[in-house]
C-alpha cells in the first residue's frame, strides 16, 4: 500500500493493488502443494492416514503371498528329488539306501524336511509340510513306482539276500554266500530296535560249518536228536514266502529254554 501511494498513485490505484495481492493469496491457497510429477493417489493416501495404513495392509499381505508361494515352490521341488514307492501293502515310503521309510511316519517327515533346507535354506511350517506330504502321497498312490519291502531277508533268485544293517548285505545261494553293498534294487524296513548284524564267518568245509553249529547247540542245551530238525528249522527261516516251522521249546524250570530261544 505504501508502495502504491508513495509512487503518486491515487485512491484507485491503491484499490487495484489490493484486489491483486487478495487474488494471488486465494491463487497461492488453491494451488497443490505438491509437486506435479507426484501422482494423484499418492497424494490422496499420504494425506489421508486411514488409506495410507489400507495400502501398507494390501502391500503386506501380497509380500506375504509371494513369499508363501516361492517357499511352497521351493518344497515342491525338493520334495520332487524324493525318490517314492508303493509297497505292497499300500504304504508311501522315502526309498533312501536300501530303507524303505513311511513317509508319514516321524523319520520320513524329517528327511523331507532336511531335503527342504537344503533347497532353501529355512525350515519348512508343520502346514506347507503336511500340504505336500498329502501330495506327494496321492501321487505315489495313482502313480507311483511299486516295489515290495522286506524285514532283514529277501528272495534273489533262487537264493537270498540278508540286509546286514548300514549299507552292507549277504548273498545267499547255492554256491555259498557273498558279503557286499546294496545295490538299491531291494529294500527293507528297518523298525526301532533294528541293529546291524556281524559278517559271517567262512569255514573250510560244509561239515566244519556243522561241527560249529552243533557246538553251540550243545552249549544251548539243545538235545543231539533235536540238533539237526533245529538247524533245518533255522535255515528255513531264511526263506522269505515259505511256510516257516514253529520251534517249540519244551523243559522244566532252570533247564535252559529262555537262554536258548535268546
Not at 125 to 148: C, F, H, M, W, Y
Not at 201 to 211: E, H, I, N, T
Amino acid at each position: 500500500v505504501d508502495q502504491a501511494w508513495s509512487g503518486g498513485g491515487s485512491m484507485n490505484s491503491v484499490k487495484n493493488f489490493l484486489a491483486k495481492a487478495s487474488a494471488s493469496k486465494s491463487a497461492k491457497e488453491e494451488a497443490p502443494t505438491t509437486p506435479k510429477e507426484v501422482p494423484a493417489k499418492i497424494v490422496s493416501i499420504a494425506t489421508d492416514p486411514v488409506a495410507l495404513r489400507d495400502q501398507i495392509g494390501v502391500a503386506m499381505k501380497q509380500g506375504q503371498q509371494q513369499a508363501q508361494a516361492t517357499n511352497q515352490q521351493a518344497v515342491q521341488q525338493a520334495v520332487a528329488g524324493v525318490r517314492l514307492l508303493v509297497d505292497q501293502f499300500g504304504v508311501t515310503r522315502i526309498a533312501t539306501g536300501a530303507e524303505a521309510i513311511p513317509v508319514e511316519s516321524t523319520r520320513g517327515r524329517d528327511l523331507i524336511r532336511l531335503e527342504v533346507y537344503r533347497a532353501t535354506g529355512k525350515a519348512a511350517g508343520d502346514d506347507t509340510l503336511n500340504r505336500e506330504i498329502g501330495v506327494v502321497r496321492a501321487k505315489a498312490q495313482v502313480s507311483g513306482e511299486r516295489t515290495p519291502v522286506f524285514k532283514r531277508i529277501a528272495p534273489m533268485g533262487a537264493g537270498v539276500v540278508i540286509d546286514a544293517g548300514g549299507d552292507r548285505c549277504i548273498r545267499v545261494s547255492s554256491e555259498g554266500w557273498v558279503e557286499g553293498s546294496h545295490d538299491g534294487g531291494t529294500f527293507f524296513v528297518r523298525g526301532p530296535g533294528y541293529g546291524e548284524i556281524p559278517s559271517p564267518v567262512k569255514q573250510g568245509s560244509p561239515k566244519d560249518a556243522l561241527r560249529v553249529l552243533d557246538a553251540i547247540f550243545e552249549k544251548m542245551g539243545v538235545p543231539a536228536i533235536r540238533r539237526w530238525m533245529l538247524a533245518v528249522a533255522l535255515v528255513n527261516a531264511l526263506r522269505p514266502g515259505v511256510p516257516y516251522v514253529v520251534i517249540l521249546l519244551v523243559g522244566g524250570a532252570g533247564s535252559g529254554k529262555t537262554t536258548t530261544a535268546g
